[in-house]
């Protein structure tokens, strides 16, 4: 089983990834004492200890397989053994990801990495042991000094011309995990064929403690370490600036805007890029501004869980603000409440995604312009990019495909990418970051709220100018969970079946395109992913889950709606048709 940085975490109780294997204990204890002796950590040491003293069966689980490098890097729960996330494991994935760069990235060595970290346990740590290892292997190294977010260093790749970048976060995991993503030189994440090719570079690395790994303050010395700070954040800033349609409608609007950073690293960006903006009434929650790696006001920090935006939600209501915005900790993934009836109203992606563009291609320059999104995000997008002629791309789940493809795109074909999104709270606006930017994408949404708030407009009020034009679009999510090894085959079989025999209807309603993403359909690279279209504009999508034994599927309806009509009196119409394919297409499954 694959394990990568993708957009669900595996059960902080599960700390088990990567290929699993029964292993005899004796051997099992002669494996953990040679990850013992190459382990710099006193912490992880005396655990491992523990474990080969006093518990075998924990200590087969911890050394039943390892951590694999996938699409976008590695992730997992800190703790002893290749099965966790460690010092010795950052460090073979840092001498191998070396490798492959000098050998496939021309003047990888000189045009250097860039290293950066947020704010969770061991993040700091972890940054300095993988820039200690590229340093040994004679490739420059550019080091963020202190917590930045994702997209700060996705930004800094292509700012200084890098061979790649390294950002160590787990996202909105739990508090207990952590991870390590790549970028490319192009300041995407990695795709195939560069995740096989690294993972077998990874594969060649022996102990880590036989690594040449240099002091940093000698490389600084040497001017093969540059840490970075001020001027790359600033131009970051700068960049953020520029992605303004209307500059002056932030200090003209006078929103109030509350905003909270979840315990992570998005307040002092978000708060600088807003108040650039001219927004000068930005309350963020002081209980959840500084960075704190245990997270310690929200049970899980994902802004898209229940209860976790409880707080900024009470500080919006204390100082009425007309916006309420929240980063994850990472700050790459935003969320937004806006005013509705004696509260406020979250909205999901899906929305966020499809207010943002329908603003920036109504209000900002024409021509020849790209939009995307993921598979599982709305079609709505796709319909309004059709409506005005607009190129619109569908890529495979995760936004290292949306930034891929769009720069693929753009090279055959030109155009101006407009923005691009998936339905997990992730956007990116303009061309400034190859990845999803929460911080950029809280300006932008600031933007769009001031503007709509200027001509006496609401912003649920345009998703009604939108939903009345193309249709109200309404999607759902339900995950079939099936634990162990067990689990897994049967999702495996689910999915032969119904890919075997694909259904001629669901809930009275025919199949009009049914599509196998398994022999690359639709254009996209080959992928585990079953793709319905109904009569009417239903979709279901099915797909294992990348981390967990779940099967993951997506329901999408498309109600039309009466010139005039309030969103609220078509959504009772919506949801039961949504409630009905559910419920037939899940009877199906669990048949």
Known sequence: MRTGLASEPRSADDPAVGKSGSISNGGTVERARAWLAQDPDPETRAELEALIAGDPEALVTRFAGRLEFGTAGIRGVLGAGPTRMNRVMVRQVSAGLADYLLATVDGAAKRGV?????????????????????????????LFGR???TPVTAFAVRALRAAGGVMVTASHNPPEYNGYKVYWENGAQIIPPHDEGIAAAIAQVGPTDQLTMPELDEQREADRLADLGTPIERAYLDGVRSLAVHHDAGKQAGLTIAYTAMHGVGARFAEAALREAGHDAVHSEPSQREPDPDFPTVAFPNPEEKGAMDRVNALAAEVGADLVMANDPDADRLAVAVPHGAGYRMLSGDQIGVLLADYLLAEGPKGDRVVACSIVSSQLLGVMARALGVTFLQTLTGFKWIANAAMAHQAAHGGRFVMGYEEALGYTCGELVKDKDGVSGAVMFAELASVAKLRGETVLGRLASIYRRH?????????LTRPGAEGLTEIAALMSRFRDAPPAEVGGHAVTEAHDLTAGALGLPPANVLLYYLDGGRRIVMRPSGTEPKLKCYYEVRETMAEGEEVDAALPRARAALSQLRDAHQAMVTD
């Open 114 to 142: 860039i290293v950066g970290h947020d704010a969770r346990h061991n993040s700091r740590i972890f940054a300095e042991d993988a820039a200690r290892v590229l340093l040994g292997k004679g490739i420059r190294v550019y």
């Open 147 to 149: 917590d930045v977010p």
């Open 471 to 479: 249709g109200l679009f309404l999607t759902e999510q339900v995950s």
